[in-house]
């Protein structure tokens, strides 16, 4: 089982950068699929990002595309999501997630409790 904590939420201007961490505790860190959702006000949970065991194979939503980066550390039991060029429409309560390919919500075995961001325009 894994317990996944978010951190680096937090308050920033539109065109601006901003770094979630995912750190992960229990067994088998390395053998899940990572990845991060996000849910805005008044909408359903939403798919961002994923990526593999290896780190390889990363996939983004057409909405960040291009914008965000996932990166995963199996030696220190975290996975990243590097945010570029926030808009507000990014505004959201962002989840780290850990399950099965191809990680749709179907297939997510643990969530993380979230951690705000908001974009200001």
């Known amino acids: 089982q894994l317990r996944l904590v978010e951190s680096g939420g937090g308050l920033v201007q539109a065109g601006g950068s901003l770094r979630l961490s995912c750190a992960a505790s229990g067994r088998s860190f390395s053998n899940y699929i990572m990845g991060w959702f996000r849910q805005a006000p008044g909408k359903e949970r939403e798919f961002v990002a994923r990526i593999t065991w290896s780190g390889g194979s990363p996939s983004y939503a057409n909405s960040v595309k291009g914008r965000f980066t996932i990166s995963r550390d199996n030696a220190k039991n975290t996975v990243d999501l590097q945010m570029s060029s926030l808009k507000f429409e990014d505004t959201a309560v962002y989840y780290c997630?850990?399950?099965?390919?191809?990680?749709?919500?179907?297939?997510?075995?643990?969530w993380g409790q979230g951690t705000q961001v908001t974009v200001s325009s």
């Open positions: 997630a850990a399950g099965r390919w191809p990680l749709e919500r179907s297939d997510i075995d643990y």
